[in-house]
């Protein structure tokens, strides 16, 4: 028993790390531009793909533990964290090599005029608050992520379940608000 504690407590410190490091890391680069290399378009797509799939999977997981499938539960919640971790690289590249777009601004020359405002009119709230929720609820399930399969990995299984239950509906949110956010920025994306 002293050595799962042992276990828990070390794995404790590389989650409190992690929740702080892996956002700190990402405003960092956010800064970064890598010079020489053009805009990779091809990428939002992509990670938006990787946003849905993770949301589907996450899905499916739940179903697959409450038909009492342990292991398929498990390999999917294994693949959803190496997809958000996917995710994560490719928008720190994508982000590395384009200035960020701008919702509403239809003719593509960087600024949102005031009728281009106009003409998005109220979408231009529900952007912005799925966006803000969807970026600080990607921050916020990090160590929820972290914790809960700690949990699992530990066999604490009814601890597992109680902290899967507050997990479960924050990444799912975040999976599936990426796809809507990239939705909604899509025609506003530099060809």
Same mark, same amino acid.
């Given at each position: 028993?002293?050595?799962?504690?042992?276990?828990?407590?070390?794995?404790?410190?590389?989650?409190?790390?992690?929740?702080?490091?892996?956002?700190?890391?990402?405003?960092?680069?956010?800064?970064? =531009?890598?010079?020489?290399? /053009? =805009?990779?378009?091809?990428?939002?797509?992509?990670?938006?793909?990787?946003?849905?799939?993770?949301? +589907?999977?996450?899905?499916?997981? &739940?179903?697959?533990?409450?038909?009492?499938?342990?292991?398929?539960?498990?390999?999917? @919640?294994? +693949?959803?964290?190496?997809?958000?971790?996917?995710?994560? &690289?490719?928008?720190?590249?994508?982000?590395?090599?384009?200035?960020?777009?701008?919702?509403?601004?239809?003719?593509?020359?960087?600024? &949102?005029?005031? %009728? /281009?405002?106009?003409? +998005?009119?109220?979408?231009?709230?529900? $952007?912005?608050?799925? !966006?803000?929720?969807?970026?600080?609820?990607?921050?916020?399930?990090?160590?929820?992520?972290?914790?809960?399969?700690? =949990?699992?990995? !530990?066999?604490?299984?009814?601890?597992?379940?109680?902290? %899967? =239950?507050?997990?479960?509906?924050?990444?799912?949110?975040?999976? &599936?608000?990426? +796809?809507?956010?990239?939705? @909604?920025?899509?025609? $506003?994306?530099?060809?």
């Amino acid at each position: 028993m002293e050595n799962i504690a042992q276990k828990e407590k070390l794995y404790n410190r590389w989650i409190v790390a992690l929740s702080i490091a892996i956002p700190v890391a990402v405003a960092v680069l956010f800064t970064i =531009r890598i010079p020489g290399v /053009e =805009r990779l378009g091809f990428l939002p797509p992509i990670y938006a793909t990787i946003n849905a799939l993770t949301a +589907v999977l996450l899905f499916t997981a &739940v179903i697959q533990i409450k038909k009492g499938n342990r292991d398929l539960h498990e390999k999917l @919640m294994k +693949v959803c964290i190496g997809l958000s971790l996917i995710f994560l &690289v490719l928008y720190v590249v994508y982000h590395a090599t384009s200035d960020s777009t701008k919702f509403g601004d239809a003719n593509l020359d960087g600024v &949102v005029s005031d %009728a /281009e405002n106009a003409a +998005v009119g109220v979408f231009k709230y529900i $952007y912005y608050f799925i !966006l803000i929720t969807h970026i600080l609820l990607s921050i916020g399930v990090i160590p929820f992520v972290l914790i809960t399969y700690v =949990r699992a990995m !530990l066999g604490k299984f009814p601890l597992h379940r109680k902290i %899967a =239950r507050i997990t479960f509906p924050i990444w799912l949110y975040v999976a &599936v608000t990426g +796809v809507v956010v990239y939705f @909604m920025i899509f025609p $506003y994306y530099p060809a």
